[in-house]
């Protein structure tokens, strides 16, 4: 008999046992969940940063600094294309005056040559006749002292290319002018080597008529060679 109860208290604490079992897996399976979503909220808390919007504007400053650098650069280029564009007007219109300054001597030349060369100063052939006889009133013939067909001296200078000569003696005036001045004043220019006073007579000035000045100013300038 006292056996038969005291297996029937095991059969009744028996499911007592299970009841508390389960109970302990129930905790324990609860427990292990929270575990695992607090070691899940670790991991999100240590993830790294999300940096998309730092890269973002990270990107969007790089890209104004490349625009203000291609900015720069452009205004840099315009600026070194103005220098030039200065530069070039600047040595453009220096040639040019340097051009016009040319141009101004060659007319200079140009128009010296046409005084001494131009046929209207007088008759060349009556200036030849004048200058091989002597004039009236005249002490001798030029022709006496004077080469024609070289500039070696006789007992005055040769008068060969005497109009080229004779256009760069004196600044600012022409040959007809000096050789002029030459035949009336023998002593207004002295040409060097030969003695002061000239050895050439006075009188010619006399002797000679402005028309025969004229004309025999005008042979003297056909004496190129």
Do not use: W
Not at 19 to 45: H, Q, R, W, Y
Not at 50 to 61: H, K, L, R, W, Y
Not at 158 to 170: C, D, E, M, S, Y
């Amino acid at each position: 008999m006292e056996n038969f109860k005291t297996f029937l208290n095991i059969r009744i604490q028996l499911p007592k046992s299970l009841f508390t079992v389960k109970f302990l897996l129930i905790a324990i399976l609860l427990l292990a969940a929270c575990s695992g979503t607090s070691n899940e909220a670790n991991t999100n808390d240590n993830a790294p940063p999300n940096n998309t919007s730092e890269e973002q504007q990270n990107g969007v400053d790089t890209q104004d600094v490349s625009e203000d650098e291609d900015t720069s650069a452009q205004d840099e280029s315009q600026n070194s294309d103005t220098e030039n564009a200065a530069d070039n007007n600047t040595a453009s219109d220096t040639d040019e005056d340097a051009n016009a300054i040319d141009n101004t001597e060659d007319d200079a030349d140009t128009s010296a040559v046409d005084e001494t060369t131009s046929e209207s100063i007088g008759d060349a052939e009556h200036g030849r006749v004048l200058f091989h006889e002597v004039a009236e009133g005249a002490p001798l013939a030029c022709a006496t002292c004077h080469n024609t067909d070289s500039e070696e001296r006789l007992v005055g200078p040769g008068l060969l290319n005497i109009g080229t000569r004779a256009a760069t003696r004196v600044e600012g005036q022409s040959a007809i002018e000096y050789i002029r001045t030459s035949i009336i004043d023998p002593n207004a220019y002295i040409v060097e080597g030969f003695g002061n006073p000239s050895p050439m007579p006075t009188g010619f000035g006399d002797a000679f008529t402005e028309e025969d000045l004229n004309d025999l100013i005008a042979y003297l300038l056909t004496l190129e060679g």
